[in-house]
């Protein structure tokens, strides 16, 4: 797996970017003058008082341009965002559901991963490293109504860390999959558990991180969207119980009701974890 260890932050980085471009999502939004006025100002008024406080220099501003120029000729600007700003679009987002709690969706979520219907495996290498994983579980509404055919799309980093189509030297769909529940709503998917992840370190993100004397690590998690015809899409994560940065996560995207306690086999080899969704209606 050597070639996994060569990922470099701005290849990860400017993929991330072109995948976001692609998406025009949110392109007809209509704009509000006054809420753009609004919203501006707060923001450039949080920045200048940030100077004046602080009796920023002229020094400083200077490395602050070149750091901001140095996040887009590395394709980080998604990085950045869904790190320190997505969990508080998320929380304005999800705020009023009462299902499942949503985290953010993190930059390398890739829509359209090969279909299967559960039981089922995700797609992994012959020789895919890692602790077997049985993720397992219901699909219910608020009101317990089992979902069938519940649609649940899987993406994760594998046991050294890296995703697919973000790390070179992966096959395309490595870890990544859509599962359809039974007709109970209950789902059960075969994987690998995933390593902690690293924010890459060489670029603009893990300048700031390291210049600060932060970490740059993620928890280990399974990144997850569940959504059945009539019910609200959740998009959430899943941590493991007693791994490491759970509390000290850089995205602050974990949340206590979303850590998995899977049990293991008696021969400590295989891990079992049940997790049951619970979806608002639309
Ligand atoms: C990730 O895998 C992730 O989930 C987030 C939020 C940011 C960077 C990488
Ligand atoms: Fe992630």
Redesign the pocket.
């Known amino acids: 797996y050597e070639a996994e260890t060569t990922a470099k932050a701005a290849e990860s980085g400017n993929k991330a970017t072109e995948r976001f471009l692609q998406n025009t999502a949110f392109a007809n939004v209509q704009a509000d003058q006054a809420r753009i006025s609004r919203i501006a100002s707060r923001v450039i008024k949080a920045m200048n008082d940030a100077v004046i406080e602080e009796e920023v220099t002229y020094d400083e501003y200077n490395i602050l341009k070149a750091w901001l120029i140095k996040m887009g000729n590395d394709g980080e600007w998604p990085l950045f965002l869904d790190v320190w700003l997505e969990h508080s679009v998320e929380a304005v987002h999800n705020s009023a559901k009462k299902g499942t709690k949503g985290t953010i969706e993190?930059p390398?979520y890739v829509p359209n991963a090969p279909q299967q219907n559960t039981p089922a495996t995700i797609e992994m290498r012959a020789d895919e490293p890692g602790t077997p994983l049985k993720f397992h579980g219901n699909v219910t509404a608020v009101d317990g109504t089992p979902l069938k055919n519940a649609v649940i799309e899987l993406w994760h980093?594998d046991d050294l860390g890296f995703?697919s189509q973000y790390a070179p030297g992966l096959p395309e769909w490595n870890l990544r999959g859509t599962f359809i529940a039974d007709e109970n709503g209950y789902y059960e998917i075969h994987t690998v558990q995933p390593a902690p992840?690293q924010i890459p370190t060489e670029g603009a993100c893990g300048q700031l991180i390291s210049a600060a004397g932060w970490h740059a690590w993620?928890p280990a998690?399974l990144?997850i969207k569940v959504t059945a015809p009539g019910y609200d899409l959740i998009t959430t994560q899943l941590y493991f119980d007693g791994g490491d940065y759970l509390d000290s996560d850089v995205a602050g995207a974990v949340k206590p009701e979303l850590v998995l306690r899977p049990t293991l086999s008696a021969d400590g080899t295989n891990a079992d974890a049940k997790y049951d969704f619970v979806l608002d209606p639309a």
Do not use: C, V
């Open positions: 993190g390398y980093a995703y992840y993620r998690h990144h």
